[in-house]
């Protein structure tokens, strides 16, 4: 037997809540991190980005090896896996 349930939609809630801040965005095959300045329907904008390329231990206050990206970065939200402030 299905269960029905209901969903609510929260306003600031998610990515949006999100903006301004430092962010790292858990991708299909890489890690980005910076300041979430966009977010859209289909993709966020990060500027002062940074694409992460060896963690080092999460609870470290800084990437092991986090090359920063010349320009702005827009990263597709299909590609997303999953989002949070890490560092």
Known sequence: MLKQVEVVNVEEEGLVSLLGKTVTLFCANYIYTGKLDGVNESCVKLTSAKI?????????????????????????LNMVESFTILK
């Open 52 to 76: 992460v390329y060896e963690t080092g231990a999460f609870t470290e206050k800084e990437w092991k090896d986090a090359q920063e990206l010349p320009h702005d970065l827009y990263v597709q």
